[in-house]
């Protein structure tokens, strides 16, 4: 018996049991293995593609091919074409994580129990929450490119779960290891020591530093620049300088052409890995174990308890995002001292005014009352 038009049709190769299917759409026919020599599911598997068809949500048999390795390769290249700072974060996190678990798979097949189980997986190894996540984001990354491209090459997007950070950031120098630490970096050298003083007082990244050019800095203006596109986030900046700065950077750009670096070696080499340095003026500065990207926090915290607005701290710093920026949000148990110092001093002067307030109507009370009885006693007389 003859299946109705548009209702697609089933048949077995006289070589095979498995059973195909074999539809139309827009008068192209297709045929499709449904691996499987059970009548009743091959037929189920026939009326879901006629249902696809019926709603406009057949994909065509070609996303069903598409592999997670494929999708990696767009990501990837998408982050080559858009000169990326952190493709080779990205690259590392495909080629060492997520492509031993995803990259023989299809797709279609990523679903969120597969992906709570690499997560799984991953917290097995030891890594942390804050590591996965960056992963997860650069596999759901993957899935949208995918989505948004011609033809999509994908459906649909999995769920990604958000693991809990404990991201807080602790590092972050006081005022007197600031200065214990600043002079050993004098110690060592005039690009360590105003190296050390970009990083404290604007809160930017050693890369950002290291890669500061002759050029940037402008002496009569006393301002440095950032290019568009140089930093992490892509923005440009600029910021002012003071008298202290301007020593420190005068000296350092002195006798240099507008391409040169501004942070050099005695040999003239531009300043590229430090960590052996910092490592040893940290320790001598009794502030060991703190990183260069710490000063970053102390920026953030000496400008917040400066006074300075916080959208302007995150303009100075190259904060792009609100969340960001709060985990650099230090606050330290003197700040909670003179927070309380600064609630009771309101509290007091509010009495005083309270006090002061009553005692003046009170005396105009007064004033008003002698008139009175003097009146009163020459009414008596």
């Known amino acids: 018996m003859s299946r109705p038009k548009g209702t697609g049709c089933m048949y077995q190769r006289p070589d095979s049991s498995v059973w195909w299917i074999k539809y139309s759409r827009n008068g192209k026919n297709f ?4 691996h499987t020599d059970n009548k009743r599911k091959a037929e189920r598997m026939l009326k879901q593609r006629v249902a696809e068809l019926v709603t406009g949500t057949f994909p065509g048999l070609h996303v069903e091919r598409v592999r997670v390795d494929e999708l990696a390769e767009d990501f990837l290249r998408e982050y080559r074409i858009n000169n990326r700072k952190s493709l080779d974060d990205a690259e590392a996190r495909w080629k060492l994580h997520l ?3 995803f990259a023989a798979m299809r797709a279609v097949d990523v679903s969120s129990g597969l992906i709570a189980r690499y997560v799984d997986a991953r917290q ?3 890594a942390a929450n804050a ?3 960056r992963e997860l984001a650069a596999l759901k990354r993957m899935f949208r490119l995918a989505l948004q491209s011609t ?5 649909r997007t999995p ?3 958000k693991l809990t950070e404990n991201n807080a950031r602790m590092g972050f120098l006081t005022d007197a290891q600031r200065d214990a630490l600043a002079t050993e970096c004098s110690m060592v050298g005039l690009w360590l020591r105003t190296m050390f003083e970009v990083g404290c007082t604007y809160g930017w990244r050693v890369n950002e530093v290291k890669a500061l050019r002759v050029r940037h800095v402008d002496l009569d203006a006393r301002t440095i620049r950032l290019d568009p596109g140089t930093t992490k986030n892509g923005a440009g900046r600029v910021v002012t300088f003071e008298r202290e700065l301007y020593e420190l950077l005068s000296a350092c750009v002195h006798g240099k052409s507008a391409d040169d670096f501004v942070f050099t070696r005695d040999d003239g080499k ?3 890995v430090f960590r052996t340095t910092w490592r040893n003026v940290c320790t001598r500065a009794g502030v060991p174990g703190l990183l260069f990207h710490d000063l970053r926090r102390t920026a953030a915290r000496n400008l917040r308890r400066a006074g300075v607005a916080e959208n302007i701290i995150m303009q ?6 609100r969340s960001v920026f709060d985990r650099y949000a230090i606050i330290t148990e003197n700040d909670i001292v003179e927070a309380v110092r600064k609630l009771e001093a309101d509290r007091k002067q509010r009495e005083a005014v309270a006090v002061e307030t009553a005692m003046s109507h009170e005396s105009v009370t007064k004033s008003a009352q002698v008139p009175a009885r003097v009146a009163s006693a020459k009414l008596l007389n």
């Open 151 to 155: 033809p999509p090459k994908v459906l």
């Open 316 to 321: 100075i710093g190259g904060w792009r995002t």
């Open 99 to 101: 492509k031993p678990f």
């Open 124 to 126: 097995q190894e030891s």
């Open 31 to 34: 045929r499709e293995s449904t």
């Open 131 to 133: 590591t996965i996540n």
């Open 159 to 161: 769920a990604f779960p």
């Open 270 to 272: 531009p300043v590229r």
